[in-house]
């Protein structure tokens, strides 16, 4: 230690017991801060998978932390015997290393249970079970479900709705999480402002730009501007901009993701659409993309309104459903 007058100062004796203990730990308002830091459906889910993976360890007289690598590769076998799909295998093992870090344990070494993953994927495809994933949204079917929209108070929400998902690439999350005041008009369209998103954990927020559309029919601005003003209509001029719509016509409280995932389907439904039990919202935000795509829009620019990585595998996978028919090599064969 160096005194102000440069010279090496003694260091005071102090209880190396006290210090490491308070070393070790964190006050109140610091493990708060550290909770809130994974978002509340994440730790839902490690909650279910951890639940699920003690029960079975218990059964099983299994060891389940630390837990040891032959345990970790005989779980994610059982649970694709069981017939768990390979996103619940690969959650359940991200949900075991976690809780093993978070408690200072040495997480189980993953390549048996990624091999046993890998075969059960094989299996999987052999047996023509592929993923089952909401369909994009093309832009024909979009206008479908728009003109299934009647002028009610449920069909001015769903306009709105399914517009501005699509214009915007929205999560469910995101469109949920959307204020009244998180909209604002400019000449050139809509400025929406997404505070938070699912690759924005640390809530730097984003600012999407949604222009007018070439048609009134399917332009976003005008779709949320006439919800805008049904909600005014009956003196709402604050909250969320997305809400509950009884059956007998009254607005209700903010609508949830779950419940924006339910009136995207509905809407399919209503217009008729093949595989309309799977669309869901993110085939609202697959659509956008894939259009943009279509219509020559660069990676970048995707990417960007979607608040994706730019080297993201999910955005060039939209490319290149694009890419497929508008640079196949057959289309000038002349067949």
Not at 54 to 73: F, I, V
Not at 300 to 307: E, K, L
Request: aromatic share 4%.
């Amino acid at each position: 230690m160096i005194d102000p007058a440069g010279t090496l100062a003694p260091v005071p004796s102090v209880d190396l017991d006290i210090v490491g203990a308070r070393d070790a730990s964190v006050s109140a308002t610091t493990a708060r801060m550290i909770d809130d830091a994974t978002a509340a459906n994440t730790k839902r889910a490690y909650a279910r998978q951890w639940s699920t993976f003690t029960a079975w360890c218990s059964q099983e007289g299994r060891t389940m932390l630390p837990c040891s690598d032959a345990t970790l590769a005989e779980y994610a076998a059982q649970l694709v015997t069981a017939g768990a799909g390979p996103a619940t295998v690969e959650q359940a093992i991200a949900t075991i290393r976690r809780v093993h870090r978070d408690q200072a344990a040495t997480p189980p070494d993953t390549r048996a249970a990624r091999l046993v993953l890998r075969t059960a994927r094989r299996e999987r495809a052999d047996a023509g079970q592929a993923t089952r994933q909401a369909p994009p949204a093309a832009l024909d079917q979009l206008r479908a479900m728009l003109a299934a929209c009647d002028t009610s108070t449920r069909g001015v929400r769903d306009r709105a709705l399914l517009l501005l998902g699509f214009a915007m690439m929205g999560r469910r999350s995101e469109l949920a999480a959307l204020d009244l005041a998180d909209i604002r008009e400019v000449d050139e369209g809509l400025i929406v402002v997404v505070r938070r998103s699912k690759t924005d954990q640390d809530g730097r927020g984003a600012e999407v730009a949604v222009p007018y559309g070439s048609r009134p029919d399917s332009c976003p601005v005008r779709a949320v501007r006439a919800w805008r003003g049904w909600l005014a209509s009956i003196g709402i001029t604050e909250g969320r901009l997305f809400r509950s719509v009884t059956r007998h016509g009254h607005i209700g409280e903010a609508m949830s993701g779950d419940g924006i995932r339910r009136a995207v389907r509905a809407a399919a439904v209503r217009a008729g659409l093949p595989n309309a039990d799977v669309f869901s919202a993110h085939s609202l935000r697959a659509g956008g993309a894939t259009a943009a795509a279509k219509a020559g829009a660069p990676v970048a620019a995707i990417a960007r309104q979607g608040r994706w990585s730019p080297t993201s595998p999910v955005v060039h996978s939209y490319i290149r459903a694009a890419d497929r028919w508008r640079d196949n090599p057959m289309a000038s064969v002349g067949l």
